[in-house]
């Protein structure tokens, strides 16, 4: 098998993980009416509330736009609320709802009792998978930087 191939592999087996892992956690989320990014969204305000919709993007690796339209949306559903800042009043601090973190509660149960069979992988093969994929997610920000950082000196020629 040559590089392009093993690539190829490496691309795909990610691909299909990534896909598994979607289907089977969108199911409680579409049984409470929410999209998986929202459950992304409630996840990082429970767990810091206040973020600013800068910091959120950041957080969930989408544009602010996008971001803003899913949080808006989310403010509607009274999943999400906003507070403008009293100093600043373009700053705006983002924290769930009760009903958001009560329904964020619900879901991370559920979702913990779909993914409990991944245990059947020995504890061996787990901690294989965790290292060899903290090395790839390295490499992949690394490329990304890299990249950043090539677009940045292009720009200022």
């Known amino acids: 098998m040559n590089d392009q191939q093993r690539v190829h592999l490496l691309y795909a087996s990610f691909r299909e993980a990534s896909q598994a892992f979607s289907?089977?956690?969108?199911?409680?989320a579409q049984k409470y009416g929410v999209t998986p990014i929202q459950?992304?969204?409630l996840r990082c305000l429970a767990e810091e509330p206040g973020l600013g919709l800068n910091e959120l993007s950041d957080r969930i690796q989408l544009a602010s736009s996008t971001a803003s339209g899913i949080v808006n949306r989310m403010?509607?559903?009274g999943l999400v609320a906003s507070e403008r800042?009293?100093?600043d009043r373009r700053v705006v601090s983002l924290k769930p709802t009760e009903?958001?973190?009560s329904l964020w509660r619900e879901i991370w149960e559920t979702r913990i009792d779909h993914l409990t069979p991944l245990l059947e992988v020995s504890e061996a093969d787990q901690e294989n998978l965790l290292r060899i994929h903290a090395q790839i997610v390295n490499i992949l920000q690394n490329m990304r930087e890299e990249s950043v950082h090539e677009s940045c000196s292009?720009?200022?020629?």
Do not use: C, F, I
């Open 39 to 41: 459950l992304l969204v």
């Open 99 to 101: 009903r958001g973190l």
């Open 154 to 157: 292009n720009t200022h020629l």
């Open 75 to 77: 403010v509607n559903a």
């Open 23 to 28: 289907q089977v956690l969108m199911k409680p």
């Open 85 to 87: 800042s009293a100093e």
